[in-house]
């Protein structure tokens, strides 16, 4: 085997390996709704970036914004439709589905469902997770709970 044959085989075997670190990352904080046992697959100092709602540092705080979340959508599962891994970085898109019972991002429970797309970039070092980009359609959340109506479905 050449050298350059066994950087693609080495470059595939890491890529798989970093697609299941953020598959599992995602069904601990999403799915199984345990984002304490996420912790792990994080390094002590991570960051997750979630635009409209700025940048949350360490692990730990970390799984904190995870547990407000599913204070707030207890049934969420995040579904993964696309992965793709090049190097150090994963992107996922995928779609998220939940019931609002509690209070999100200041609105009281609606009980009703939402349903939105979100992408999702990761960077890896060394088999942990070190920081993470979220993209989320927060409008489609805010409509979905009957809080905002975009001007395009106004009358509709």
Sequence with gaps: MNPSESD??????????????VRSFTKRMFNDH???SAIELLVPGAKWHG????????????????????AAL???????QDIIAEGDTVVVRSIVEA???GNLLG???????????AIDMYKVSNGKIVEE?????????????GVYTPPWMKGS
Excluded: Y
């Excluded at 635009?51 to 599913?70: C, K, P, Y």
């Design 8 to 21: 693609t085989k080495e470059e595939r075997q890491d890529a798989a390996a970093n697609k299941n670190l």
């Design 34 to 36: 345990t984002p304490d």
């Design 51 to 70: 635009g409209n709602l700025g940048t949350v540092e360490g692990a730990q705080n970390i799984a904190g914004l995870f547990r407000g979340v599913q």
């Design 74 to 80: 207890p049934d969420l599962k995040n579904i993964e």
């Design 99 to 101: 019931t609002h019972k």
């Design 107 to 117: 609105f009281p429970a609606t009980n009703r469902r939402v349903r939105w797309d």
């Design 133 to 145: 980009w979220a993209s989320e359609d927060s409008l489609k959340i805010l409509a979905d709970i």
